[in-house]
């Protein structure tokens, strides 16, 4: 199993300014990923984050407003840009070792835009 | 691609008694249906997952079945505790593929 460590837990940003969120891994892993939570939504993915390529964003998340770093395979970082109250949601980070395996969870960045 | 349904979206029952979630998805070619369970302010955890070859599963006061031909898979607790209140997850994986997709989700209140 692995164990992810996600920063910050929850924040309070002011619109048009941007927040990165870290995610470590303590194990060296194949595949990570990013996912939004929307209150009382369920888990939509944002994009895949590729160790030392581009991620692969899914339909409707791009590049400029989701950047997404991925320096190694323990490390990945989100950063949401030029934020409005829209963006207020969970962000996750989630690991897979295998296909058709578990999926492992950070507990999770509670952003807040005002 | 695949979509996940999930029903209910709420379920209040009283400690003791069972709990049942619903899932249908759509793409046949799914084989891996993971159910996650998140409590507030944590990531989902998985809790119970089934694999396209068994029918059902089963962990404790926890057991999850799968009808393929009918596309639908189901969670089952028995005698409910404080502790089990939580959202509920189910997904499901096609075949190869490292991306689940998720249902809506399902908050399961149980009362004392």
């Known amino acids: 199993s692995a164990v992810i460590s996600q920063k910050p837990s929850r924040d309070i940003c002011q619109r048009g300014t941007s927040l990165t969120i870290q995610c470590q891994v303590d194990s060296q892993v194949t595949m990570m990923f990013w996912y939004r939570q929307q209150p009382g939504q369920s888990l939509t993915l944002i994009a895949t984050?590729?160790?030392?390529?581009?991620?692969?964003?899914e339909s409707g998340f791009v590049i400029d407003k989701f950047p997404i770093s991925r320096p190694n395979l323990t490390f990945s970082t989100l950063t949401v840009s030029n934020m409005s109250p829209e963006d207020s949601s969970i962000y996750l980070c989630?690991?897979?070792?295998?296909?058709?395996?578990?999926?492992?969870f950070g507990q999770g960045t509670r952003l807040t835009v005002v | 691609g695949e979509n996940v349904e999930q029903h209910p979206s709420t379920l209040s029952v009283q400690e003791g008694d069972s709990a049942v979630i619903k899932c249908t998805y759509s793409d046949s070619a799914s084989n891996y249906f993971p159910w996650y369970k998140q409590e507030l302010g944590k990531g989902p955890q998985l809790i119970i997952d089934?694999?396209?070859?068994?029918g059902e599963k089963k962990d404790q006061r926890i057991a999850v079945t799968l009808n393929k031909t009918a596309k639908h898979f189901s969670l089952h607790i028995t005698e409910t505790q404080p502790e089990d209140s939580a959202v509920y997850f189910c997904?499901?994986?096609?075949?190869?593929?490292?991306?689940?997709?998720f249902g809506r989700g399902t908050s399961l209140i149980v009362h004392p």
């Open positions: 984050a590729n160790q030392g390529s581009e991620a692969t964003y």
């Open positions: 089934i694999r396209s070859n068994v």
């Open positions: 997904a499901a994986t096609p075949g190869g593929s490292y991306i689940p997709t």
């Open positions: 989630s690991v897979e070792e295998q296909t058709e395996t578990e999926a492992f």
